[in-house]
Structure formats: C-alpha cells, structure tokens
C-alpha cells in the first residue's frame, strides 16, 4: 500500500515538465542510474537538502534509511553539481508552463533579473551569507552567483558586484537602487531597469538642482496612466565617472485598490518600526517609479514598465526562494553546487507556486491538468 508521503511525491513529480526525465540524460545528470533507486528518489534527495535545510551527509543518511540512494555524502555532493543544468531545465520548463507573458522588445538587450537574499545556515551559531545571483530571461539560466558574508565591508546589496557586459540590462528591485552600483552597470556600457529607491538614489535636474517627484507625479491622476522623464545620478563621491549619469523615470499610478494596499503596507511597517510616516512617503505609495538607463528610442516608457513587471511577476517566486533560503547548508566551495543550489530552492518555490494554483482551481486528487484545461492564474495579479 502507497503510503501518504509517497503518494505526495508522485503528486510532486506530476507537476514537473513532461520530458523531466530525459532531461536528466540529456543534461549529463545522470549517464546511467547508479546509486539511485529511481530518478524520482535521486531528486527526492536533492529537494531534501537544498529545501528541508539539511547536509549532505544527513540526507545520504535519510535517503539511505528510505531506500531511495546508496551513496555517500561525498558521493552525493558530486551527483548534485553534475544536476546544475538538469535542475535550471526544470526551472525552465515550469516557467513557461506558468505562462509568464514576456514583452516582445528585446532589441539586442540581453536581459538579466538580479537578486540577492541572506541565509542562516542551522544552528544558534550558523554563519550568515548574502548570496547574489542573476538569470537570464527567457531561459532563467543563472549566468553569475556570488556568496560572501553578511558583515564586512562591501558586501552588502548592490549591482557593483555582478560582472558587465556592454548589452546587458539588469532588472533589479528597489535594493539595488544605489548611486554605485547604477555607476558600475553604466561604466560597463550596460543598463538598469529597477524600482526607485529616492532615498539612496538622489536625482538632478538638467541645471543640476534636487529633483522633488510629487509634482510631476500628481500630474498622473488616473489609474494607469504613464509618463516618464529625463533626469540625472549625481556621482557618488567614491565613483569612477565625473559626469553624472543620464536616467529616465518612468511611472505609472496605481489602481485605487492598489494604492490603498501599499499604503497599508507602509503604515504598518511604520507602526512596527515605531516611526513617524511623512505624508509625502504615504502619498507616493499611489504610483510606481522606475528608473531606467536605456533609451527612449529602444524602449519607450511602457516598454519599460512592462519589463519591470517581469520582474515583479515572478516576486512570489522569489519570496519563496526567499523562505526557503532561511536555513540551509549551502556548498561553498563548488560554484557549479552552488548554482545547483539556487536552480534547487527556485525549483521548489515554482513547485509551490504551481500547487497553490492547482489548490485553487480543483480538488486536490493529483495527477498532470487534464487535456484542453488550462491552468489558472499567472505567478501575480496585478
């Protein structure tokens, strides 16, 4: 008789891509199936070290126990850098079956969504490490990963640690929006779409006087209106460039529903941090800022508000990458571990995605959507 743990693997397994085994083989993961019971058991054991938090050793210990591996930890490490592509087509093939709507308009921009997250490995004493990490889109191949520690100088979030290539774009959340790291993309003839940060970010008027947003944003007084403006980065006093650097900010207002949930957001926030909220932090939770460096003429504002919103779409995901990253051995001295690693915690904050969805559309009896059914909900709403 199946027992319940196992019926809910065979559930979990039914929500991958179709062609999850051959890829396998076709990846190099597997040349042939030693040490494995299946490749269901060989991934059961991956998931259970990259997101129950556990070593290697104790999850060869585990998958021993249950009948799954006949591997060592030391065994097991290298089977789980040889999966690094496998496990990154996974990632792959549950992002197209989410049916993630990409803006058409690259236009020679190669673009890559950016990250960075703090995990506490176990224990009351467990190091802390800051991990960036950047994917490609649309084939959300991890192209640079870099782990540090969480104290020391330098290491905290910001774009000036991730390498440049003239055509690259960065797609970045409002942590990164940072004088330096907007310098180092743009010395390396890249470009940044992120979310504005005022704070960190002060901007110039061509004179080369402080910019103050809420007027020119009050002029957008309907939802989804959309406007953009040209602007200046004053340099860092540390930067390489003397000249400022050319920007453009795009907005669009909120819905009212919208808006009143970011304000509640904000609110409470200030209510938990014991703070005084200013009006003006209140009434620009109403519309979305983004600062960009590519040109007007190879993406217009709403071009670039919709790549922005790529990003913002697979948020969730990312706050379950987030979650799950809390606790965790995580290999540091193998980067092709490493990046397996990342490939493993998205896997499983997709999987999970994926079975919300399916939770909330049916009953939950398992098994692949039946034919001509699709499945409900992008990654998030608007």
């Not at 990632?91 to 990250?115: E, T």
């Not at 290491?155 to 907007?182: T, Y």
């Not at 941090?273 to 620009?284: F, G, I, P, S």
């Not at 960009?292 to 913002?312: A, F």
Request: some cysteine; hydrophobic content about 40%.
């Amino acid at each position: 008789m199946t027992s319940l743990p196992d019926e809910n693997w065979d559930y979990l397994l039914s929500l991958l891509p179709e062609d999850w085994e051959s890829l396998a083989k076709t990846t190099g993961a597997v040349r042939r199936l030693r040490g494995a019971k299946s490749l269901g058991s060989l991934l059961r054991v991956l998931l259970l070290h990259a997101g129950h938090g556990c070593s290697l050793r104790t999850a060869s210990v585990v998958g021993k126990a249950a009948g799954w591996i006949s591997m060592s930890d030391v065994a097991l490490h290298k089977r789980f850098a040889l999966c690094e592509a496998w496990l990154q087509q996974l990632c792959a093939g549950l992002f197209a079956q989410s049916r993630l709507q990409l803006p058409p308009a690259y236009r020679g921009l190669k673009l890559r969504l950016v990250d960075g997250t703090i995990i506490k490995e176990p224990g009351a004493t467990g190091s802390q490490w800051r991990v960036h990490y950047s994917l490609q889109v649309p084939d959300w191949h991890c192209d640079f990963f870099r782990l540090s520690p969480v104290k020391g100088s330098g290491n905290g979030e910001s774009l000036k640690h991730f390498e440049v290539a003239p055509g690259d774009c960065f797609l970045a959340d409002r942590g990164f929006s940072h004088l330096l790291g907007i310098e180092h993309v743009y010395r390396g003839g890249a470009h940044v779409i992120m979310r504005l940060n005022e704070q960190n970010t002060p901007l110039e008027d061509a004179q080369g006087r402080p910019v103050v947003l809420l007027p020119w944003l009050r002029k957008l007084k309907q939802p989804g209106a959309v406007a953009d403006v040209d602007l200046w980065v004053r340099p860092h006093k540390e930067a390489s460039l003397a000249q400022r650097v050319p920007v453009r900010l795009c907005a669009v207002r909120k819905s009212v529903e919208a808006a009143a949930l970011a304000q509640r957001k904000v609110q409470r926030r200030a209510q938990q941090d014991q703070t005084k909220l200013r009006a003006a932090t209140l009434e620009h939770t109403a519309w979305i800022v983004v600062l960009t460096t590519v040109p007007r003429d190879t993406l217009s504002d709403v071009e670039v508000l919709q790549w922005y919103r790529v990003r913002w779409q697979i948020e969730l995901a990312f706050k379950r990458l987030k979650s799950l990253g809390d606790v965790g051995h995580l290999p540091k001295s193998d980067e092709r571990s490493s990046r397996a690693w990342v490939y493993a915690k998205l896997l499983i904050a997709l999987l999970s995605e994926k079975m919300q969805r399916h939770a909330a559309a049916l009953s939950p009896w398992g098994g692949r959507w039946l034919e001509n059914e699709t499945p409900p909900q992008p990654l998030a709403r608007d």
